[in-house]
């Protein structure tokens, strides 16, 4: 069993920073595509950074420039330093793993940003 298992989430004015962090329970986290989504009231879940299991990254226009996505396969962790933060970040942001055809989703946490 896969478990993700995100935290570091909370309330920032806007311009301020904040780090996520996602645990992956399991050993299978060196063959896993990574990834970032967000969610805001109202919208669909959109894809925010993913990170290859070679370490590669790729971000949306809206987080790049901003947002840095990292891994560390020997915690089995990912990460996403967030830094010049805006209300418009404003939303639930999960972790998710990508292994095969398997998809695995933690559970989110809010992210909130305060003009």
């Known amino acids: 069993q896969v478990q993700l298992v995100e935290s570091g989430g909370g309330l920032v004015q806007a311009g301020g920073s904040l780090r996520l962090s996602c645990a992956v329970s399991g050993n299978i986290f060196r063959a896993t595509v990574m990834a970032w989504y967000r969610q805001a009231p109202g919208k669909q879940r959109d894809l925010v950074a993913t990170i290859s299991t070679g370490g590669s990254a790729n971000y949306a226009d809206s987080a790049k420039g901003r947002f840095t996505i990292s891994r560390d396969n020997a915690k089995n962790t990912v990460s996403l330093q967030m830094n010049n933060l805006k209300p418009d970040d404003t939303a639930v942001y999960y972790c998710?793993?990508?292994?095969?055809?398997?998809?695995?989703w933690g559970q989110g946490t809010q992210v909130t940003v305060s003009s």
């Open positions: 998710n793993g990508k292994i095969g055809w398997s998809v695995y």
